[in-house]
């Protein structure tokens, strides 16, 4: 489930990894954020684009929050915790993702963010090559759909 190295040839392996739906929401809504403000580099898009960066910041705030506490650790038994990515809870819904699924959202949200706290061209640009290449991966869906 984690990035790993294969154990004989000392190798990076992608696994699929389990990633939590409202996570992966709040992903495809950067996305979409992302591809607008690429069209239409406007100050309504850059609002839209942090809005989108703000909420998938306040889940993996809570995620991280979630990961850190002490509920439903191994300190009482527990010990499916840490099964998810970006779970914030017991029972997390997840969606399977692919590893290089994965690292190409991570460099989209980190193009997103360097595009609207120092907007340019080359900014736009970074944004419009980290969209393309996870759009080639995993297409973005409707939110929410």
């Known amino acids: 489930m984690k990035f790993g190295r294969h154990a004989d040839h000392g ?5 699929d990894l389990d990633v939590d739906v409202h996570l992966e929401q709040d992903i495809t809504a950067v996305q979409q954020a ?5 069209v239409d580099p406007s100050e309504p898009q850059r609002q839209e684009l942090l809005a ?6 306040q889940q ?3 995620s991280d929050a979630y990961a850190a506490g002490i509920v ?15 779970e914030t809870g017991p029972n997390p819904v997840a969606e399977v993702v692919p590893a290089p699924v994965l690292r ?3 460099e989209l949200v980190q193009a997103a ?8 061209p080359s900014g736009c640009d ?3 090559a980290a969209s393309s290449a996870l759009a080639a991966l995993w297409p973005p869906t409707e939110v929410g759909g």
């Open 11 to 15: 190798e990076p392996v992608d696994q």
């Open 104 to 106: 190409a959202q991570i």
């Open 72 to 86: 439903d650790s191994g300190v009482f038994g527990f010990t499916s915790k840490g099964t998810v990515l970006g």
């Open 52 to 57: 989108a960066l703000g909420s998938l910041d």
């Open 34 to 38: 992302a591809d607008a403000y690429v």
């Open 113 to 120: 963010k360097s595009a609207v706290t120092t907007p340019g």
């Open 60 to 62: 993996t705030a809570a």
């Open 126 to 128: 970074a944004l419009r």
